[in-house]
């Protein structure tokens, strides 16, 4: 029975902000291995390697006594035995921290043909069979320092190339020993298509130029690659970040991901997702490199019309052959390259993206240093942010750990007018995990000098007002401290207000008729300064009222009044006063205001009062305003009575025939017809109609 390597079978939960359910496949830090030695083979021998269950030398034991991983394999050195080193080893000190890891010995060939590859693959891992249609391999590398790729000085040269990983399919059956290769294509009766080598490339010619980043790519069924490479220069869409233009060589002008030259552990992580049907383009590769996405291509065939998606990817190879020209082959030199924290799984496992930050001097020994979660795309773990701080930027010596959910930190206790730099980093550190994993830091630096104005409120004035004198208040706060809080009134010099803690105060002795602006000013003690409006305004005058004429004196006992209205802050109301009564509200629409007056008595003079006031409180200065009076006559009364009974019936009939003639109170109480929607329309005339209607009034069946 073939056994699988480091497969952990349940699914784990990752922990903190942005965590993401994922299925760990392989993971090692080295810290739990045995010592490993791997020997090259003499000269032009046979390479030595294994696959799975067989092979010439064992690969590395975990404490427990179990395999580490299944497959390995290593070339037959190029140099004389004096000279040579170990392929791999893993000890102490090779891993981050200074903890253990595995060195590679890369040989350098200085020659830039098939007869130049060094090398093989320090750590394979088997995934099964039916293998894992999304995948992604973590791992972190350190290239020492004097590592170089070639040097143009080395004939014959044309570039230098290293395989970060061969992350393929197994076609074949496990154990027959074409896992490793050495030839992938069919034709060489090899069984490992589709493949992903991303590569270290550096090219010297003329298109591209220069460029140490490119993606191989080979396709199922038939080991085919792409047909125009994934340089920027050619495909720029498959970089989400341009990269900078490149320095060197002189005269050129291409892009290129570049390799990291600080000689210190950098985190690789790349993503390969299997297209969903033979011959669909949506394939997937992705590059991070410290977090970053560098680079993104989601229009991949990798098993191609005519293919099997019977398998995904089931093999994957950390580092492989590399081929460098940095020295002749005479030189006999080795270039030492470290591996560790390596994890394989089906979603994002590396350092969050770099953060966004900034730094702003708050007070003269303090800085606040805001900062915020990007995005690289993918779904990432952060568990906090590391800031680290000092006056030197080449050694921030001082640290603060602040949690994920925060955006900002204040450091205090800081010495005055002094340039402080930060470094913010976000990190995490997953289930599988025995180290952190870092994000690239964001810088900022600031001055002990406070820039951030006072807080300030203003309470809330009333709109208009009728008191001269107004007491105005509101909060002020700065860290700093505050030195001034002035007020200003209209086109009056600012005046300063009371302070009492984190209040303030100010009493307007005398605000100006009409509209008065209101402008209070803090200032802190580094001169930064806040400010906060109002307005409010001053109203004495009282309402202009006018009253219409009314008729009187009226046979009704019902009469609207009406009038106009007006005032610089604005009319609160109208009120109608009849006689003695409650004062009644007037409607008003606009600037014209009115009033139903009802219950009239007849043959009683009614006095009636109107009021205006203001959105102030001023009232009308005809306050009370006096209506003249409205005298209702008894509708019908010819007689002179104030009743009417059927005398005035019969007064009217002969008025009506010219026995006699009315006289003008008369014709004012008893023209009463014609009657139109119950209402009296006197034609000047006193006839059989208002007779008529005068008998309906002793009937008691006429009402108006």
Not at 49 to 75: A, C, I, M, N, Y
Not at 392 to 417: H, I, K, Q, R, Y
Not at 609 to 614: E, I, K, S, W, Y
């Amino acid at each position: 029975m073939l056994r699988l390597s480091m497969f952990v079978l349940s699914l784990l939960l990752l922990a903190g902000t942005g965590a993401a359910q994922a299925q760990f496949l392989f993971s090692t830090s080295f810290e739990d291995v045995k010592d490993w030695n791997m020997p090259r083979p003499p000269k032009n021998a046979l390479g030595y390697g294994w696959e799975l269950t067989h092979g010439t030398h064992p690969p590395p034991q975990k404490l427990d006594g179990s395999q580490l991983f299944d497959l390995f394999r290593v070339g037959a050195t190029l140099f004389e035995p004096a000279n040579v080193t170990p392929a791999y080893e893993i000890g102490d000190g090779n891993g981050r921290n200074s903890g253990r890891g595995l060195l590679y010995n890369v040989e350098v060939s200085g020659i830039y043909d098939t007869a130049g590859w060094t090398g093989g693959t320090p750590l394979g891992v088997w995934l099964g069979t039916a293998g894992q249609p999304d995948l992604y391999v973590r791992f972190y590398l350190r290239y020492a320092p004097g590592w170089k790729w070639n040097d143009t000085s080395v004939t014959p040269n044309t570039g230098a190339i290293q395989k970060l990983a061969r992350i393929s399919v197994f076609n074949g059956i496990p154990g027959n020993g074409k896992m490793g290769g050495p030839y992938a294509a069919p034709a060489y009766g090899g069984e490992i298509f589709p493949v992903w080598i991303p590569t270290w490339f550096q090219y010297i010619s003329v298109t591209p130029s220069y460029n140490i980043f490119n993606s191989q790519e080979r396709y199922a069924p038939n080991y085919t690659s792409p047909s125009s490479t994934d340089f920027y220069t050619t495909s720029p869409q498959y970089y989400p970040l341009a990269p900078p233009i490149l320095a060197s060589p002189a005269a050129h002008q291409a892009r290129g991901v570049l390799w990291p030259t600080d000689g210190g552990w950098h985190c690789y992580e790349l993503h390969a997702k299997m297209n969903s049907a033979p011959g669909v383009a949506d394939g997937v590769s992705e590059f991070w490199l410290d977090g970053v996405n560098v680079f993104s291509k989601t229009n991949i065939p990798w098993v191609k019309t005519g293919g099997s998606m019977a398998r995904s990817w089931n093999v994957v190879e950390v580092l492989d052959n590399a081929d460098l020209t940095s020295y002749k082959l005479a030189d006999q030199v080795s270039l030492p390259l470290y591996l560790d924290d390596v994890v394989m799984s089906t979603s994002y496992s590396g350092p969050p993206p770099k953060p966004n930050a900034s730094a702003a001097g708050i007070s003269d020994q303090s800085i606040t240093v805001t900062f915020a979660a990007e995005q690289n795309g993918a779904t990432t773990q952060t568990d906090g942010y590391r800031i680290n701080y000092g006056t030197d930027p080449t050694d921030l010596g001082s640290s603060l750990t602040v949690a994920p959910t925060a955006t900002e930190a204040t450091f205090t206790n800081l010495s005055t007018a002094t340039r402080y730099y930060f470094s913010v980093k976000a990190f995490n550190k997953g289930v599988a995990d025995v180290n952190e994993n870092q994000s690239l830091a964001a810088t900022a630096s600031a001055v002990t000098t406070d820039v951030v104005a006072p807080e300030l409120t203003l309470d809330t004035l009333p709109s208009v007002t009728r008191t001269r004198r107004q007491v105005i208040s509101g909060t002020v706060s700065d860290s700093g401290g505050i030195a001034l809080v002035t007020v200003k009134v209209g086109e009056a010099a600012a005046v300063p207000a009371s302070v009492n803690s984190s209040n303030w105060s100010y009493a307007i002795p005398a605000l100006t008729e009409g509209g008065n602006s209101i402008l209070v000013a803090a200032r802190d003690l580094s001169g930064n300064e806040a400010t906060a409006r109002a307005s409010t305004v001053l109203d004495t005058v009282p309402p202009a009222l006018t009253v219409a004429p009314v008729s009187t004196p009226t046979i009704f006992t019902s009469q609207t009044i009406s009038g106009s209205v007006s005032d610089l802050g604005g009319v609160n109301a109208v009120f109608v006063q009849v006689g003695d009564g409650e004062r009644k509200q007037a409607s008003i629409t606009g600037s014209t205001w009115s009033y139903l007056l009802t219950s009239l008595q007849p043959g009683a003079a009614t006095q009636v009062t109107v009021t205006a006031r203001d959105a102030a409180g001023n009232e009308s200065s005809r306050s009370p305003a006096t209506l003249a009076a409205i005298g209702v006559l008894q509708a019908g009364d010819l007689s002179g009575d104030v009743t009417v009974g059927l005398e005035d019936a019969q007064l009217a009939m002969q008025m009506g025939v010219g026995i006699k003639q009315p006289d003008v109170g008369q014709l004012q109480r008893g023209d009463l017809a014609p009657l139109v929607g119950g209402v009296p329309r006197p034609d000047g005339v006193i006839d059989t109609g208002d007779a008529v209607l005068i008998l309906g009034i002793i009937a008691g069946t006429t009402k108006f």
